[in-house]
């Protein structure tokens, strides 16, 4: 099963408003968490590192006031999309890594994003 | 940014032939990882190779990892169109950094 729960599998919504989709790790517990956006039939992009109980770690290019992220709890993560526009309009996925100190990750089922 | 360029980029072929999927850096990485992604899901773990030369199998899967842990390559036998989907490889560096490569996508035609 799912280790790693993303919600909303896919959302609609209009130029201009704010989109927030959720990450939670389920039966674990996450600092660390990794938001990525993937363009159709491209790659994964890696866009921030989510901490807990601390600010967000942007990658080069990606606007922080435009991609807010909250790290809240040792389980959920979650990425706001503010003022959103048509270019927004992508696949977002978050991950955890596996306990243990292990690089490997539990990727959630991803969010559709597509702004209209 | 540590690139991971896959190569080819887009691959069909024929159920029951083989194929191979190169994963190449310029880094060096404590370890690699394959995953696979189906359409409108995330990517799932495949295997992860962390030795210099290690060689795993998973079914009709081959990986290895290059020597000098640069880079590393998948090899599918008698493919099939269960095997369809994007291929992922992902190096390892520092302390959960993960660097996705420009990913592989197969068709396998029945």
Known sequence: GAVVSQHPSWVICKSGTSVKIECRSLDFQATTMFWYRQFPKQSLMLMATSNEGSKATYEQGVEKDKFLINHASLTLSTLTVTSAHPEDSSFYICSAPRAGGRTEAFFGQGTRLTVV | ?110
């Open chain 2, 1 to 110: 940014t540590q690139l991971l360029e896959q190569s080819p980029q887009f691959l069909s072929i024929q159920e029951g032939e083989n194929l191979t999927v190169y994963c190449n850096s310029s880094s060096v990485f404590s370890s690699l990882q394959w995953y696979r992604q189906e359409p409108g899901e995330g990517p799932v773990l495949l295997v992860t190779v962390v030795t210099g030369g290690e060689v795993k199998k998973l079914k009709r899967l081959t990986f290895q990892f290059g020597d000098a842990r640069k880079d590393s390559s998948l090899h599918i036998t008698a493919a099939q169109p269960g095997d369809t989907g994007l291929y992922l490889c992902a190096g390892a560096s520092g302390a959960n950094n993960l660097f996705f490569g420009t990913g592989t996508r197969l068709t396998v035609i029945p």
